[in-house]
Each structure stands twice: as structure tokens, then as C-alpha cells.
RNA sequence: GCCGGGAUGGCGGAACGGUAGACGCAGUAGACUCAAAAUCUACCGGGGAGACCCGUGCGGGUUCGAAUCCCGCUCCCGGCACCA
């Protein structure tokens, strides 16, 4: 491969570092030679599959994109050069709201757009753009998620979790544009407005598709032997939210003995003596039936304002507590009590079972409801230390633990969940299960995955309708069933399948009679949560994962990507990995090890980069002035790469500077001289300490301080040149380190030095360099000298003096001599090869 | 309101509980230049002539020693589904 490697442009002498000429030039003969093109058979070394999140292909690359990849691949290429084979794939999430946008738009103002043509022209030209990023993606392996040989696979995965029950169909709220008469996403809605008409926007109940989630919900919660950032799955733990606690009956009244059940959850069971009331979330099924004719306007009322309410509004807003009475009333089961059933939005139908029983006491928000209108607060847990016996005397709820009062047979009975702290919960369970009245429960948070989406670019769902057999799923040989690209964009948004009768009209794959499409096609969040099987033979016609490839290359060693997927991309991503085995596709529990979460890149004045504040910097521009390798290494040094931080368009002229200081460092010449053992260890240990730190980093994600390092060792480096040191043989093993080590950082500038240092083969065959421990030996060591704490002296000593030796030169120094005159001397810390303290008093 | 994260010079940021401010930007002075740019050299938290004193959002605490650990706040960023 080296003939094919073109010739340096001068092979010595002081010509300029010009990172337009070299970089084309080497991303040229890389690509020639197929220098990153991944062999998934070759198991002589250890496998590493390095994946980072698929963009969306927006039209341009943005800077965002390049700080996420370009760390990423500098992480990839040091995994290389460490002996690993890494796969380090890329393509395009490209289903999506913004391309439908586009062509909607375009249909109003009387033009003519196919999301089809604009993300395929966006995709050949972003994936130009990645190609100037010098990173080491395989090309050769790629997908993007519109294009049929992906989604037929989607269609197939989902006809697979019908089957096992783990896809269906139930009525969930969508939110509804009266004007448009159409679905809008929450993104569409402003201020409870569409975007569009400017329609109040309603809450309307459909049959949607959803994923049975929550089937694996304690599956989900753990996370051992997964390499994550501690955040990142204290999230999804919130997120899931389980609670143990007990669900219990209580009974409407009327309609002689029972009435309608109701069923509670409750995490505090402990309180239920505490019960003063009920709340209904106002979707609850129930609210209609108990409602009494003369509150039936009133809650009619509340019910409809609460459904004009998006979500987001009803808890957006620190507002207070608002409700309305049913006039109706439930009998408390464990004591008797004639408690109001009331109606409030602070109440979730989708969380637990959509009503509550309300303890005032004993609950923060039960506490201001009551207080708003006027309820009754009965204490049934006494404060350790109080005597407290009286609702009307409580100025806040009392939630933590301890002694039961007014609880009947429980009086007395200690609160609390710790072992020797109590068992009142666990004792009420018990009490409630042997009279019926209730049982233990655990509940999520955590809700099925609506999957459905009222949208044209995305995957059909290939489901049908049959007058005959009902909901029929599409027969495997038909998929895929193909999104037909000759529609007509509507000006209201509304999903052009539902008026293309080519489509509407098919056959049941059941009985062979009419059927009618589902014209619904699927969340993009599909696309995402299985796309890392299919980069493994993305053209495989006869499955959708390679079983025997991913055996090898699945999970994911390292997965990186923002932190702003910390939660739904990723949770889907589990869920499904953990479906796919289920369903025998697959044999492993997770989809990720190791997981590392970028920050946000921002604009130069701290804010989000968009193109309204004016703020975006283009990376295009910066490469044509700076090379691409300065925009890289810039943003790997802003700072550390999980927080994101400003882009500032002095700080990468500074990155510039040491670029080129690396350049002349290693293309201009020097007169040799006598070199003196003093200066080659000195080299030695610059050189080895250098790689010693930038390996840890790497290992850490730390690309700033490893970029530190380098410009640490730059310094000395071109301080030590003009010594004598060039013809030393320490001088040629520093800078083959030091090449090495800026491989992954700068692999242009890299690769161009290693040549015209005489090197045949490509840097980044190489292997990543070892320290030698020798090298970082030192004779005497600097030490600090404190007295009471503050520094008061510095003392240098042999490196392998012992305490006594060290402690004798400290209390020599002239200045700390001086300090121990104030007192005497009470004790003596040594902490080997650092500091001396010296306490007096 | 809840969950997660953060606060260190003029700026971006360094710092296994052990010399606060590595590395860089900006700045100041000098060298080179007719001059400028580029490059190179030195200085560069505040106060003080100095010994020293002060200093990591605020208030306490633990420790020989705290940016770092603990308790209580303030403000900022991100996320959210008032989670019973």
C-alpha cells in the first residue's frame, strides 16, 4: 500500500503546514487503499464495535455534528491503535417530521417537494461533508432508515411483536387540530394553539398502536454489568418509577350494598385511617357515572377545560390546586368513613389506576387540595416526639414516619419500611389482604410506547383491516409494504396515505377478500432501536439481523451520543434488544456497554446555535480556513466533552499555533550537537510521561487535557531541539511517539509527518506507544513544606530519601525555622514524594 | 413542583482530600521588521515595598490539610408525565 501513498510535497526544509494541500490529499489515498474498511471476519485480534448515534439528515452538517464525532472517532482510532479491530460505522435516521414539513410547506406556497428526493439529495450531500472530517467511518457499511431494505425489516420486527402480543392497539389521546382536522405533534402545538391554524387544540381519543413497554419494566430497571454514566441510568430509573405499595377497594355509594369499585394505589397504605377523600383524574371512566345531577354542569365544565389543556400546560405552571365535586360520595373500607369524591387535573389517568385516595394529612399536594376547598384533615401519624392529634393545627403535611393514631386496630403501630423501624405498610398489606379490602402492588411510571404516528414519511405499519377478520397483519412474503412516493401533500398536514387509494385498497392476507391499509405509520424512534444489527450486512435480503455477525460483533462496545437521548432513544433501545431476544432473533440482554454522553456544543455567546439568534458556526468555513484536523482538535480541547461549552473563534487560533508548532518542530531542521545525558533523560521523560497521560485520558474521554499534554510536550520538545538533541536517538524515539499519539487527534497531520519522517506504511497501522517506566525516573523530588497547612517552604530531596531524611530537610529551611519559633512542634505528616506538615500549636 | 447536572482569574478550563489556576485564549513588555502581520522571549488572580494577607457561588461542619467530603442555602443550565 505505501507505493500507492503519494509523496510528500517536500521532503525536508521549512515549507509551510497547509492543511488544505494535505488533507484532501490524505483522505484521497486512505480511501484508495481502503485503510478503514473493517473486516468483520478477521478474529485475530479483539473485536470492538464503536457506534455513535445516527444524525437526523437535516440538509448541512452543523458544528454540533462534528463535536460529537470527531471525539468519538479520535476515541475509535486510539481503540485501533491499540490493537482492537473496531467497527465504527455511520448512516442516516432519516424518517421524520422536518422533511414532511418541507414538502407540506411547499404544497401551500404552490411548489412541489418529495421528502423521498430531499432526504436522499440531503444524505449524498452530508455524507460528502462527513468524508472531510478525516474520520474513520466505514463507508462501505451504511443505511439510512426511508429507504425500503431498512423499514421492510421494521415492518417484519413489528408483524413479529404482534404476534407475540407485544404490539396492539388501544385508545390513547392524540392532540387534535379542529381547523386542520388533523394530528399535530407536541412540537406543533403553541401555547394549546396549532402552528398551523392557530386552533385551539383538542384531546381526542384514538385507537393507536402501542408497544408493550412495560412488560419489561423490572428488566429495565436493572442495569449491572453495564458501563453507563451514573446519570444516565438515574434518569431512566426515575423514569421507569417503580412503587410498592397496595392497591385497595373502596366503594361508591348507592345503588344498595357495593356500588361502583374503585380502585386506588397507594405507596402509604400506613395512612389510610387518614382518608378524608377521593380524587378521579377527570378522564377517569368513571366520572360520568358518579357524577350527581346537580354538580353535572359544574364537572362537565372542568372536565372540558382540563381536556383543552395540553399536557404540558396542566403541569407547567406552579398553579394552584383546582378541582370541582362530583356530589357523589365512597365509603372508606377500612373504618367506615363517608368520604367526597372530587375531580381534579392534578390527578394522571395514566398513572396507577387514575384515582386516589386523599390524605391530607400525611401528603403535600392531598394537604393543599384540602385546604383550597375546605376538607377534612385527620392526622393518623404522630411525628416522633409530638402529640399531635389535630388536623386543624397542621400548617403542611407530615410525610415521614412515625406512630399510627386514629387507626383503629393499627394505633400504636410504628411507620416505616427499615428493618427495627416498623412495619406498619407491610402490616396494613397483610390486614387488607386477609379482609379482601386490598393487595400488595408494584406500579410504573413508566407507560407503553405509543408507536403510532398520523404522519406519511415514516414505515407503513403493515397492518390491515378486514371486514371479515378483523385486524390482520401482512403476510411476511408481501412486506415490504411500501410507502408509494407519487402522493399529494395536503396545506393542512394531514398524512396524504389516507387518500391514496392505490394503497388504502389491498387484500386480506386472511381470507383474500377486501381489506382496507392502516394508514398510520410508525414513531422514528423504530428506526433507532435495532439499527445497530443491520450496519453488520445492511443488504441482507432473507432476515433482519445477521444471527452468526451479530453473535461476533453485538452488543455495542461503546456507544456515544448526546445526553438529551439519555432517556427515550435509549430505554426503546433496551426494550427492543430485550424483545429481539425474546422472540429467539438474537442471544444477549443489552444493546450497549459502555455508554458516553456529549454535551452541547453552544454559540459564541453562550446560547443554543440557531439560525434565528444568528449564532450557528458552520464547519464547512472553518475547514477551508483552519484543515479539518484544527477544527477537530479544537473541539476536542474547549473542554471536557460531556459538558459541551462555546464555541470561540479565538480559542481554535491557539489550536492553529500548536499545529503548526508540531509542523516545524518536525520539518525544520536543527544543527546536531552534543546532546549531555541531562537533556536526553529529560527528553525521555517529556516524551514518556506524555504518553503515559494522554492513554489515561484517552481510556477517561478526556481529549482535553490529552491535547494539553501534547502542547505540554511540544514545549519542551522545541525547547530541547535547538540542544544538540536532533541527532540523538532519543530525539527520532520522541517523535515517533509523539506522532503516534496525535494520530487520533490530527490524522492528517499525523500521517504527513510519519511519512517525511520516513515511514512507508500509514501511521494508522501503527501500534499506540508504550511507556517506559524507566524513562519517568527521577533522582530528587521537589517537596512542599507546610506548617499548620499553609506553604512555608520547599525543600528537594533524593527521591528515595526516607522520612526522617525528608523531615530533617524540612525543618532546615530557613523560612519554616522561622514558623516553628511560634509554637511547638505537635505533629508531623509526611505524605511520601509530595509534602511535609508540620503542626504546631 | 419533581428529576438530573453545574458554579474556579478578563475568558475556555486544570487540580488520586496534599503547592489552586496545568494547557490555551485575551492582555502587557521586549526581540525581529521601514512598518504591520506572522514568529520568538518574558510577565500575567487581587492586595502589599516586603515578610505576608485574601481568594474556587453563599453560610456552617469534618480534617493536620477542603475547589474536592458532609449539612443547609442561592443562582444558572438541561429534562419532565403534579407519579399518589
Keep these: ?189 403553541v401555547d394549546g394553539r396549532g402552528e398551523r391554524s392557530g386552533a385551539l387544540v383538542e384531546r381526542r381519543l384514538m385507537p393507536q398502536w402501542h408497544f408493550k413497554i412495560t ?75 358518579l357524577t350527581t345531577p346537580d354538580q353535572r354542569d359544574e364537572v362537565q365544565r372542568y372536565v372540558e377545560q382540563a381536556g383543552r389543556m395540553s399536557e404540558i400546560d396542566r403541569q407547567s405552571e406552579t398553579r394552584e390546586k383546582s378541582g370541582v365535586f362530583t356530589g357523589a360520595y365512597a365509603v372508606n373500607p377500612v373504618n367506615g368513613a363517608r368520604v367526597p369524591i372530587w375531580i381534579a387535573d392534578y390527578v394522571l389517568v395514566t398513572y396507577g389506576s387514575g384515582a386516589i385516595m386523599a390524605v391530607p394529612a400525611h401528603d403535600e399536594r392531598d394537604f393543599a387540595f384540602a385546604r383550597r376547598f375546605g376538607l377534612e384533615v385527620v392526622p393518623v401519624v404522630q411525628p416522633p416526639g409530638s402529640d399531635l392529634t389535630d388536623g386543624s393545627e397542621m400548617d403542611e403535611a407530615y410525610t415521614g414516619d412515625g406512630v399510627m393514631i386514629n387507626s383503629g386496630p393499627f394505633d400504636g403501630t410504628p411507620t416505616g419500611k427499615g428493618e427495627g423501624a416498623g412495619d406498619g405498610i407491610a402490616r396494613v398489606i397483610a390486614w387488607l389482604e386477609e379482609r379482601n379490602l386490598g393487595r400488595r402492588k408494584v406500579t410504573y411510571r413508566l407507560r407503553d410506547w405509543l408507536i403510532s404516528r398520523q404522519r406519511y414519511w415514516g414505515t407503513p405499519i403493515p397492518m390491515l383491516f378486514c ?34 387509494e392505490r394503497f388504502l385498497n389491498a387484500s386480506c392476507p386472511s381470507c383474500g377478500g377486501p381489506a382496507r391499509r392502516e394508514t398510520d405509520t410508525m414513531d422514528t424512534f423504530m428506526d433507532s432501536s435495532w439499527y445497530w444489527f443491520r450496519y453488520l450486512d445492511p443488504g441482507k435480503d432473507d432476515g433482519a439481523v445477521d444471527r452468526r455477525l451479530a453473535a461476533r460483533w453485538t452488543p455495542v462496545d461503546t456507544y456515544t451520543g448526546g445526553i438529551e437521548h439519555a432517556i427515550l432513544h435509549l430505554l426503546y433501545s433496551r426494550f427492543f434488544t430485550k424483545a429481539m431476544r425474546d422472540m429467539g432473533l438474537i442471544d444477549e440482554d443489552e444493546p450497549f456497554v459502555r455508554l458516553r454522553n456529549q454535551g452541547m456544543i453552544l454559540g459564541e455567546d453562550g446560547e443554543k446555535m440557531s439560525k434565528r439568534r444568528g449564532n450557528v458556526v458552520d464547519p464547512d468555513e472553518l475547514v477551508a480556513r483552519y484543515g479539518a484536523d484544527a477544527v477537530r482538535a479544537y473541539l476536542m480541547f474547549i473542554g471536557p466533552w460531556d459538558q459541551g461549552g462555546p464555541w470561540n473563534s479565538q480559542g481554535i487560533e491557539g489550536v492553529v499555533r500548536f499545529l503548526n508548532r508540531v509542523w516545524t518542530l518536525h520539518t525544520e531542521d536543527a544543527e546536531p550537537g552534543d546532546a549531555g545525558e541531562q537533556r536526553v533523560a529529560e527528553l525521555r521523560r517529556a516524551a514518556h510521561t506524555c504518553v503515559a497521560e494522554v492513554s489515561e485520558d484517552f481510556e477517561a474521554f478526556r481529549f482535553n487535557t490529552a491535547i494539553a499534554e501534547l502542547m505540554t510536550l511540544q514545549n519542551a520538545m522545541s525547547k530541547l531541539k535547538n540542544a544538540g538533541l536532533v541527532a540523538h536517538p532519543s530525539w527520532s524515539e520522541a517523535t515517533s511517539l509523539m506522532i503516534r499519539l496525535l494520530a487520533p487527534i490530527a490524522p492528517h497531520l499525523a500521517e504527513e509527518l510519519w511519512h517525511r519522517a520516513g515511514n512507508a ?75 511535609v506538615n508540620l503542626v504546631i500549636g
Design 1 to 189: 500500500m505505501s507505493d500507492r501513498a503519494p509523496e510528500p510535497a517536500t521532503r525536508a526544509g521549512a515549507d509551510a503546514y497547509r492543511p488544505q494541500e494535505i488533507e484532501p490529499r490524505w483522505q484521497a489515498a486512505w480511501d484508495a487503499e481502503g485503510l478503514y474498511r473493517v473486516d468483520l471476519e478477521d478474529a485475530s485480534r479483539p473485536k470492538h464495535y464503536f457506534l455513535t448515534m445516527f444524525p437526523y439528515p437535516s440538509g448541512n452538517l452543523h458544528v454540533g455534528h462534528w463535536y460529537a464525532e470527531t471525539p468519538a472517532d479520535a476515541a475509535a482510532r486510539y481503540l485501533r491503535m491499540k490493537g482492537a479491530n473496531v467497527f465504527f460505522p455511520m448512516g442516516f435516521d432519516a424518517f421524520g417530521l422536518p422533511a414532511e414539513n418541507a414538502a407540506i410547506k411547499a404544497a401551500r406556497e404552490g411548489g412541489d417537494v418529495h421528502p423521498a428526493s430531499l432526504t436522499r439529495e440531503r444524505i449524498a450531500f452530508m455524507t460528502s461533508q462527513f468524508k472531510r472530517m478525516g474520520a474513520m467511518f466505514d463507508w462501505s457499511r451504511t443505511l439510512a432508515t426511508c429507504e425500503p431494505d431498512y423499514y421492510r425489516w421494521n415492518q417484519w420486527l413489528f408483524v413479529r411483536m404482534f404476534e407475540r402480543g407485544l404490539a396492539y392497539r388501544k385508545e390513547s389521546y392524540v392532540n387534535w387540530d379542529p381547523v386542520d382536522q388533523t394530528v399535530l405533534a407536541n412540537e406543533q402545538v
Design 215 to 289: 412488560d419489561y419494566a423490572e428488566e429495565l430497571l436493572d442495569f449491572s454489568g453495564l458501563d453507563w454514566p451514573e446519570r444516565v441510568k438515574t434518569m431512566q430509573t426515575n423514569w421507569i418509577g417503580r412503587s410498592q405499595g397496595a392497591e385497595v377497594t373502596f366503594r361508591a355509594e348507592g345503588d344498595g350494598d357495593g356500588g361502583e369499585a374503585i380502585e386506588v394505589f397507594t405507596t402509604r397504605p400506613d395512612t389510610l385511617w387518614g382518608a378524608t377523600f377521593m380524587v378521579l383524574a377527570p378522564e377517569h371512566p368513571l366520572v360520568e357515572r
Design 467 to 500: 371486514d371479515a377478520c378483523g385486524v390482520v397483519p401482512e403476510r411476511e412474503e408481501n412486506l415490504p409494504v411500501l410507502l408509494p412516493e407519487d402522493v399529494a401533500f395536503m396545506p393542512t398536514g394531514e398524512s396524504p396515505l389516507k387518500h391514496h
Design 761 to 835: 506504511r500509514s501511521v494508522h497501522l501503527e501500534s499506540w506507544p508504550e511507556v517506559d517506566a524507566s524513562a519517568l525516573v527521577e533522582t530528587t523530588i521537589d517537596m512542599v513544606v507546610q506548617v499548620n497547612g499553609k506553604v512555608r517552604g520547599r525543600v528537594t530531596v533524593p527521591a528515595d530519601a526516607d522520612e526522617t531524611t525528608v523531615l530533617e530537610a524540612a525543618k532546615a529551611d530557613p523560612n519554616v525555622v522561622r514558623w516553628l519559633e511560634n509554637g511547638t512542634l505537635r505533629r508531623e505528616i509526611v505524605v511520601p514524594g509530595k509534602l
